[in-house]
């Protein structure tokens, strides 16, 4: 016994020290606990993003299909050819109508939830917000794909409605893209609403919840409108939450690859272009190239957002 505590003495003066000093200098013990995530950030991560831009800046030899590993800017010229412009192009459309759309419809939820819901309604609320988060991915997206199709629900209800003519003529025009819902923009920009909503719902509650009541109470006072009150009060402050909001469904719309391929037309986006230039042509200069763009147009989009204060509603 003696000798098993002689030998534990000295450890247990060891980590004593050790414990002092990371209690004496507070930064040392703050850097050890970030090196760990911050070497995963900076190798895995942001090396694999190095990789990629440097990538981009190599081209294809058009004869042999090898990679000439030289610095060129033409790779990114390719990017402004008009069929490839037209997926850039088309890609952001989809995205800002997924996000202005999933803006719409979180609102009303969110105020109701941040201004009237309480107790047991308020943890249904999240109940119900969360809930399609913990499904598969991929079973919600197969699960819509069939109720879009002209056998699913939506095409039974508006045959019994005797409104199958009007999906018919929506679904002939150029913009919807397929002869099927489940095969077209429409239906497409409907799953990416399933999906990415409640990301805009849940900072969006949490900014309207903010929004100090006194404040409404005073406007309503002074003789404001309703319209007026929402207009130069609730809004302007519930702002940064609907920004955070559409940081997450702008961004995952636009990178998205599974939904486009199952329920999107035959006319593609940037994720199933990245797929078919790195997997079936092997451009891989090209398909890095394609993944700067969202990259770009995302850090524009975050610094837009900083300087409104939608950091703060995250």
Known sequence: MSSVATIAAPRETWLRRVSDVLVARRGLYLM???????????IVYLGSLFALLMESFYSIDEFSGTIVREPTLKTYAELFTPANLDVILRTFSVSVIVTLLSAVIAYPIAYYAARYARGRVKAAFYLAVMMPLWSSYLVKVYAWKLLLAKEGIVGWVMTELRLSWLLDAWLSLPVVGGPSLSVSYTGMVLVFLYLWTPFMILPLQAALERVPGSLIEASGDLGAHPRQTFLKVIFPLALPGLIAGAIF?????LGDYIVPQIVGPSSLILGQVVYSQQGNAGNIPLAAAFSVVPIVIMGVFLTVAKRMG???AL
């Open 249 to 253: 469904t702008f961004s995952l719309t």
């Open 32 to 42: 050890l606990l970030l090196v760990p995530p911050l070497l995963w950030l900076g």
């Open 310 to 312: 939608a950091f703060d």
